[in-house]
């Protein structure tokens, strides 16, 4: 039973008239120290539409960055309409709360099932490809997610992989949102001129697919066992550096990929995410049935190709797998702010 003293489902629906007429709950998606996610119809869209409703509950976060953050997302996924793209709907400002709804996966975020990728090659390839498909979409739009992460990567049970989680792009034509000395994102995932100089581009987004790859390949979670600060600890003082054991944790045909993807620096990375794409050797598919990796009956499909790093990728890549270019450690770090779900 939940706590009433504390803000729940029912009683910030209660205490909101607006949300109490407009939607009907259906479940509890997450919940979080600032909020919570919850499976709603919506009355006032066409036929009743389910959608997620994400509350903000906490009023610290009530500043004008956190709803400029808001509004931002808003505006940014009205402009990009893509399959691997989750699409957001409305920003409902309320007292005391803010709103926003968005679309509802029916599926589960890779962290959730990280076990399941390993060894399954041809999972991977799949998920990856889409999943770079949407953040190609995502940089011809100028934007950098800067939270790629596998809690932010969805499955849907159909086999459609979502990018979630979309608060924290950064439009990289328009006016940033990040406070002097604060970087948003996930601190394993963070690339090294991020972490020392608070600026990436689209080749951010390729480091941090290139970390969810080795993720996704090893069946384990990079630095999983620090925390935030001891983690941005560690990258400093290992100079953000990918060990030669780390690399060879992965499977032979990933590995030149993997190495690439997280060069130290930008210019020897996949240059965008279509390059990094085009390295798993696959057409794009936007659908794939995994029933059996969501724990229902059934087996993936047969791929369209064959799968795995072409030959000639291998060879010209072969050189990469050991890196070694020292970068500078970083000045600053005020905190690594990560989106208000976990």
């Avoid at 969805?154 to 949102?177: I, N, W």
Wanted: with cysteine.
């Amino acid at each position: 039973m939940d706590d009433l003293s504390t803000p729940t489902l029912q009683t910030v629906i209660d205490q909101q008239p607006l949300l109490l007429k407009r939607f009907t709950v259906l479940s509890i998606i997450g919940q979080g120290a600032a909020g919570a996610v919850y499976r709603v119809l919506d009355h006032k869209s066409r036929k009743g539409r389910e959608c997620a409703l994400k509350v903000l509950t906490e009023p610290e976060a009530f500043d004008e960055n956190t709803i400029t953050r808001f509004e931002e997302e808003l505006r940014v996924c009205r402009n990009v309409r893509h399959p691997n793209v989750i699409e957001a709907y409305e920003l409902i400002k309320l007292e005391n709360a803010l709103a926003f709804t968005m679309e509802y996966v029916d599926g589960v975020d890779l962290g959730k099932i990280l076990e399941k990728f390993k060894d399954n090659f041809e999972l991977i390839d799949r998920v990856m490809v889409q999943l770079l498909a949407g953040l190609h979409e995502l940089h011809l739009h100028g934007i950098v997610h800067r939270d790629v992460k596998l809690e932010n990567v969805l499955l849907r049970k159909d086999g459609v992989v979502k990018l979630a989680d979309l608060g924290l792009m950064k439009d990289l034509f328009g006016k940033g949102l990040t406070d002097t000395g604060v970087l948003l994102g996930t601190a394993q995932y963070l690339s090294p001129e991020y972490v020392t100089t608070g600026k990436c581009d689209a080749r951010g987004d390729v480091y941090s697919a290139g970390v969810l790859l080795w993720e996704l390949t090893t069946g384990q979670r990079r630095l999983g066992k620090m925390t935030g600060q001891e983690v941005i600890t560690h990258l400093t003082r290992s100079k953000f550096k990918f060990s030669d054991e780390d690399l060879e944790l992965v499977p032979e045909r990933y590995r030149v990929v993997v190495a690439k993807a997280v060069e130290l620096k930008p210019g020897r990375r996949f240059q965008n995410a279509l390059e990094m794409q085009e390295a798993f050797g696959q057409e794009y598919q936007p659908v794939l049935d995994v029933p059996e990796v969501l724990g229902e009956s059934g087996g993936v499909p047969p791929l369209i190709s064959s799968g795995g790093i072409p030959s000639k990728l291998s060879k010209k890549l072969g050189s990469l797998i050991t890196v070694s270019l020292v970068v500078g450690f970083m000045a600053f770090l005020a905190g690594a702010v990560i989106s208000i779900l976990r």
